[in-house]
């Protein structure tokens, strides 16, 4: 028997008690701050936290924030617009007032708190869909959510628990982080070549081509590429052979090879690459390498057009030199992003093995009057 099955054994074998969140965790307000007062204020040194929405997140004296209403204690905070989350913080911080915190005098109740919403996260942001042009979730539906309160040795024994799957999971992905710099550092010099090696437009070893709408077409097993990715799956193809992918908008320094076929939109640009001049991966390590977000034409949204693409030059060797440089590349990408492989597979595996213990250890049975 583990020592969580005593303690429930011995606290409370019959179940526990379900509870609204208002009627156990004090909520917190946070500071009236605009986007402009955040990007005046930012400081990397700062002592303070402020979480805005989505994922932003800056930190600033506690002197350059207007009206703040700083929390010193451990305490959950709900991102109630745009990403529907909630972040756990035991450091100073305060948050933009369209979101809400919440703590409780004792610190293991807190971070116990923390790990139940987010195994109920999916339901907050089902709840949110339909408000709006942005998800958002009302503060009735985290005050009003019940959660099962077991007693305090119970809840210290899931947290404790809790907490070693998530420092193992923070580990390993801090190992891939160095890994992923490690493999741009080689990269980026496996690319580097002097005059003796040929340079080459763009436009000289490959054709841009527009995406389109696919809305007119049915459902089938060929990916609709946007500039964030993967958007449906539909019964007809745009190219279908090796291409990299380049966002127009938006995202643009996120780019896709893709040797299936395939269709874009007119977010993200396709390219039919001259395959008796460069192979369509060493075109695609080499963008990466370019890092195309330099080459930005918008002041607002990111853009890229094909008249400024179509004059960035890479280096173009010998095929048995692109051949040698892309088998070498393959293996750091393989070990670096591969989810079938390598670290990104045992995080992915660690990751749905925290998920299901966090779903078994937080299910009790309801005790009823």
Same mark, same amino acid.
């Given at each position: 028997?583990?020592?969580?099955?005593?303690?429930?054994?011995?606290?409370?074998?019959?179940?526990?008690?379900?509870?609204?969140?208002?009627?156990?965790?004090?909520?917190?307000?946070?500071?009236?701050?605009?986007?402009?007062?955040?990007?005046?204020?930012?400081?990397?040194?700062?002592?303070?936290?402020?979480?805005?929405?989505g994922k932003t997140v800056i930190n600033a004296m506690e002197k350059d924030i207007?009206?703040?209403?700083?929390?010193?204690?451990p305490a959950v905070l709900v991102q109630s617009r745009g990403v529907i989350d909630?972040?756990?913080?035991?450091?100073?911080?305060?948050?933009?007032?369209?979101?809400?915190?919440?703590?409780?005098?004792?610190?293991?109740?807190?971070?116990?708190?923390?790990?139940?919403?987010?195994?109920?996260?999916?339901?907050?942001?089902?709840?949110?869909?339909?408000?709006?042009?942005?998800?958002?979730?009302?503060?009735?539906?985290?005050?009003?959510?019940?959660?099962?309160?077991?007693?305090?040795?119970?809840?210290?024994?899931?947290?404790?628990?809790?907490?070693?799957?998530?420092?193992?999971?923070?580990?390993?992905?801090?190992?891939?982080?160095?890994?992923?710099?490690?493999? #741009?550092?080689? =990269?980026?010099?496996?690319?580097?070549?002097?005059? @003796?090696?040929?340079?080459?437009? $763009?436009?000289?070893? /490959?054709?841009?081509?527009?995406?389109?709408?696919?809305?007119?077409?049915?459902?089938?097993?060929?990916?609709?590429?946007?500039?964030?990715?993967?958007?449906?799956?539909?019964?007809?193809?745009?190219?279908?052979?090796?291409?990299?992918?380049?966002?127009?908008?938006?995202?643009?320094?996120?780019?896709?090879?893709?040797?299936?076929?395939?269709?874009?939109?007119?977010?993200?640009?396709?390219?039919?690459?001259?395959?008796?001049?460069?192979?369509?991966?060493?075109?695609?390590?080499?963008?990466?390498?370019?890092?195309?977000?330099?080459?930005?034409?918008?002041?607002?949204?990111?853009?890229?057009?094909?008249?400024?693409?179509?004059?960035?030059?890479?280096?173009?060797?010998?095929?048995? #030199?692109?051949? =040698?440089?892309?088998?070498?590349?393959?293996?750091? @990408?393989?070990?670096?992003?591969? $989810?079938?492989?390598? /670290?990104?597979?045992?995080?992915?595996?660690?990751?749905?093995?925290?998920?299901?213990?966090?779903?078994?250890?937080?299910?009790?049975?309801?005790?009823?009057?």
């Open positions: 028997m583990s020592r969580l099955d005593e303690l429930i054994k011995e606290f409370c074998p019959n179940g526990v008690e379900y509870k609204k969140i208002k009627q156990v965790y004090k909520r917190l307000k946070g500071t009236p701050i605009t986007a402009g007062k955040m990007k005046e204020i930012d400081n990397p040194n700062g002592e303070i936290r402020i979480f805005a929405g207007t009206n703040a209403n700083i929390t010193r204690v909630v972040v756990y913080y035991d450091k100073p911080f305060t948050f933009k007032n369209e979101m809400w915190a919440y703590t409780h005098e004792d610190k293991t109740s807190v971070k116990y708190l923390f790990y139940v919403l987010k195994n109920n996260m999916q339901e907050f942001r089902d709840a949110a869909s339909g408000m709006g042009s942005l998800p958002q979730i009302s503060l009735k539906v985290t005050e009003d959510f019940k959660i099962p309160l077991p007693p305090l040795p119970v809840q210290q024994e899931i947290v404790r628990i809790l907490d070693n799957f998530t420092e193992l999971t923070a580990e390993l992905t801090a190992e891939l982080t160095a890994r992923r710099k490690q493999y #741009e550092y080689y =990269r980026d010099l496996l690319l580097t070549f002097g005059d @003796d090696i040929s340079w080459c437009n $763009l436009e000289e070893i /490959l054709k841009i081509r527009n995406g389109k709408d696919y809305k007119s077409f049915n459902v089938g097993n060929i990916p609709v590429y946007g500039s964030g990715g993967i958007m449906t799956y539909i019964d007809t193809y745009a190219y279908d052979k090796p291409s990299v992918l380049i966002p127009r908008k938006g995202s643009i320094d996120k780019l896709y090879y893709v040797e299936k076929p395939f269709w874009t939109v007119d977010t993200i640009f396709y390219t039919e690459i001259y395959t008796s001049k460069v192979i369509p991966k060493y075109v695609f390590y080499c963008l990466q390498k370019e890092r195309l977000e330099q080459y930005n034409t918008a002041g607002g949204v990111p853009s890229l057009t094909q008249t400024v693409l179509n004059k960035v030059k890479i280096p173009v060797p010998p095929i048995e #030199e692109q051949e =040698r440089i892309v088998a070498i590349l393959d293996r750091f @990408d393989a070990l670096c992003n591969d $989810l079938t492989c390598g /670290l990104p597979a045992e995080i992915e595996a660690r990751q749905k093995q925290y998920e299901y213990y966090r779903d078994k250890l937080l299910s009790f049975k309801e005790v009823t009057a």
